[in-house]
């Protein structure tokens, strides 16, 4: 027996020695691939009581976007990052989105064809880590209005989306078809947006799976392939960072002005606004409902409550603006459309239960989109989520009062 196992030690030798070359091989192959779907996930570190025992303390820090008060400890995280900003879809396939309770301003317009898509400003609510990676999403292509509000917050903003409108052909090899006032892509660079000092383009297209990945059964059903992609906050963060993008030069920045909310008894009773984008379209019919309780807005969208994915709660905002804006388009065969956002037009703010007829104005791409009432003086806005629903000149707009 002694024997026979003196024998066979040497062939066991081997067989280690090979299967540890090859799992030390394997490893290093896979360090290298940058096109996995669907990693493994990693949970992040949350405290056993949750994301609320994160932070304590008063909550005496303004965040500079949209009022809302945090505390030191938050203040502190999100003064290492600037502003990102992130496409987000709403096509009716792609709900429920994950991520947009966690946005301290979002926009909504037109895409092409009557959908609406959504761009989410991520700084202050999203300081805390979420018990989930790769948090917001789906994420979709660029458009050249969202540029010019995303020129908002930096001269460099952190701009996240996956492509967008560029000069493309109907048919492979074709002369290029898309109108050069939308394309998209051309302009990021323009910008400066990828000039290698300060590149703060954050196109999904050049990332690997740690920033942004597909998950075509996040939400329980199988999701057709452009509606799958979602990003991780902090990684891309991480990644501004790696490129010299840390922290935020807030001199180039005009943040709004804010205030607290009305006592209850002073509060008014407008509710149910509702619109539409294109008529007819009614999957992207839009109603917020006013809560006198907690002076805020619940979304719904196509008929249905609005839902966040990752927190299960119905979307909740403090102010909603409805911005009127000339509508152009379809601009080419590719149906983009276009939207003005520099000059001026009307507006309509919602908050308090009330509503303040009133105009905004936007001098230039860079230049902040102001909104002031009747007399010229800038709305102060509740501190809270603010949402900026920007519709085609003549769109009606229904509320109760």
Sequence with gaps: MISRLKNILPFLGIYFLV?????????????????????????????????????SGPKDQECPINGEMFTKEQATIWEKNRPLLVMIENHKDSRPQSGLSRADVVYEAIAEGGITRLMGVYYCRAAAPVERKYDVGPVRSARTYFLDWASEYSQYPLYNHVGGANCSPVSPGGPCTTDTRVRALEQIEQYGWLDPNHHSDMNQFALDYKYCRREPERTGETKATEHT?????????????????????????????????????????????????????????????????????????????????LTQKQIEAKVIVIQFTKETGPVDSHKHMLYGTVGSGKALIFQDGKVISGIWEKASRTKRTVFKDAQGREVKFNRGQIWIEVLPLGNKVDYES
């Design 19 to 55: 299967c540890g070359i090859s799992f030390v091989g394997f490893s290093w192959a896979m360090s290298k691939e940058r096109k996995i779907i669907s990693p493994v996930e990693e949970p992040q570190e949350v405290p056993a009581g949750g994301l609320a025992m994160l932070f």
């Design 229 to 309: 992609v979602y990003c991780d906050t902090s990684s891309l963060w991480r990644l501004a960072e790696e490129r010299n993008l840390a922290g935020w030069d807030k001199d180039f920045f005009k943040p709004w002005q804010f205030k607290d909310d009305l006592a209850k008894t002073e509060r008014g009773t407008v509710d149910n606004i509702s619109f539409d984008f294109w008529q007819g379209y009614k999957d992207y019919s839009v109603i917020w409902k006013y809560n006198l309780e907690t002076n805020s807005y619940l979304r719904e969208n196509g008929g249905e409550s609005h839902f966040d994915f």
